[in-house]
């Protein structure tokens, strides 16, 4: 098989300008671990504050260090089919950037690719701003988007674009999905789940097989989920990476993301803030290494901080921590979660159940005065208190927000006594 069946024409493009020193930083000479590299008299850099750290380290695509501590992270908590090495993942500067690798590289400029509704709104630049590539949007009308039978939506989608002359490429699927669907009908009450079955992943994955696409998963709150006494039948986490593709689609075509935005908080006392600003994301493509190639042509553009490196790797192979962080995660969640429920009930505020995520969706069309989202937006606004609407991320419904609840307990204090303020 050729390249081009693998990747774009545009990706294929950016193979002779992988940069030539990067063989050099991959076998870097060192007296006693590596006596028999590459001297390296080629690079103007020296400074040494550690040998690895603020130089061009092992090159633009993180530490080798990193990505050992990533491999042992994702073997660890994501139960891949077969275990991640470091050839099978790339180190980016965040969860958005590694989306944007998949388009620069994987797609041609005005291709799409489907995003269910609604959906987290930076996707469309992501796709669009630099790479050129489209949304396309999924409805659902009425079905509970994480169900089954929502896949044919999908394939209705890729149909109708067809029709249109569009080329489609990819399904890009959130698990869990950001923002939550909004819909408060039965049907979506009866199923609760916030993450992909592994039944529904596998009928995405038979559909990318049908089609020749790209399957996407932005597996970013992997780690997100708690226990939630309202959902008997919670669906638990589980990543396209532990999956088979056989007889459903060509696994060059499965590409997942992960990095420290929202699953990893730094602890304070009572506070926990989503690690964002350390910039620190992996995309892994276990059996495409043509297209991690082609994306080392442009990694100085995407070049994480070597010190941020050092941090995520020292924060990714102590199992220790991660294992105590993971469950105090999830006891925080679970805790803001009955905190914020609480109030709502009390306040005859309708919300969707979830077991995952930092959101909640809560309907405060129901209780307020006002009826658009925007008179809503404005009367949170006048209070000082900032949500977001799921109008605004392309839901089918209006009347919902979007509520983080990952919040130590006096700022979501100060928070819903606005909301009821405003509201009121
Ligand atoms: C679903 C989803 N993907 C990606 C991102 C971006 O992550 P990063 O900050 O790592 O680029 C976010 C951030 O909110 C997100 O919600």
Known sequence: MSQSDCISSRGVGFLPDVPKFFDVLNDLWHPETNPEGIVNLGLAENLHVN??????GDGFTGSKVLRKAFCQFLNRYFEPRIPVIPSHLTITPGVGNAIECCEWSLFNSQDQGLIGRPSWIAFNYIFGIRAGVQVREVSFKGLDPFCLEAVDEYEKEYIAAKK??????????????????????????????RYYSKQALMAYMRLCGKWDLHLLVDEIYALSVFENTEMEDAV????????????????????????????????????????????????????????????????????????????????????????????LYHSRLEESYKYVTRFLKKHGIPYRKSNASLFLMVNLAAVAHVVSDDDILALLRKQKLYVTSASGYQSETSGWFRVVIAHPQHVLDEGLKRMQRALS
């Not at 040998?51 to 061009?56: G, I, K, R, V």
């Open 51 to 56: 040998p690895h750290a603020l130089t061009y």
């Open 236 to 327: 638990p986490f589980t990543s396209v990476l532990s999956l088979s593709p056989e007889g459903l689609m060509d696994p060059r075509k499965i590409h997942a993301q992960w990095g420290f935005s929202r699953d990893i908080h730094v602890l304070t006392v009572r506070q926990d803030f989503g690690a964002t600003g350390l910039r620190i994301g992996c995309l892994i493509s276990q059996s495409n290494p043509v297209f991690l190639k082609s994306l080392e042509s442009f990694s100085l553009f995407n070049f994480p901080s070597s010190l941020a490196d050092n941090a995520a790797a020292a924060l990714l192979m102590d199992e220790k921590f991660m294992d105590s962080y993971i469950s």
């Open 164 to 193: 249109e002359g569009k080329c489609i490429q990819a399904i890009l699927l959130c698990s869990p999905h950001n923002p939550l669907d909004s819909m408060n009908t039965a049907e979506a009450d009866k199923r609760q789940g």
